[in-house]
């Protein structure tokens, strides 16, 4: 688990990271190389899923070796699952990072909620349902392996 203040908004304790997977910790369906390391380590502190239409059918093969649970949905009804897994798993336990048009429900969901910008590029209006913006999914990661730069964001 992964715990920290926030002034202003309280403690955090993260014990669940739902990613989305091409756009954010993916792309062109593989994962980023840089990031590998990094989602290991997160993997020992919490529970890590990654949600996925699974456009490229590569999700599977490249979570595996990293510890990810790999969650996927039809491409219909992404939006609706990613915000529904967060609230299985608990959203005041739940951090979530994505990039889409699809990830604007999972992000309202959880108690942190981080938007990506990545190669893909990052839909414009998920701004708006972010408590923070990231220029890459490494720097994202490194957020929560490093929480003192959350509270330099949020803090009121």
Known sequence: MITFS???WGDFHIANIVLDYNGTIAANGLILEEIKPLLS???????LFVITADTYGTASRECRALGLTVKTFPQADIAACKKQLVEELG???TAAFGNGCNDVLMLQAAALSI???EQEGMYAPLLAHADIFVRSIEEGLSLLLYPNRIAADLRT
């Open 6 to 8: 926030v002034p202003g």
């Open 41 to 47: 380590t997160l993997a020992k502190q919490a529970n």
């Open 115 to 117: 938007a990506v910008l």
């Open 91 to 93: 959203p005041k336990a």
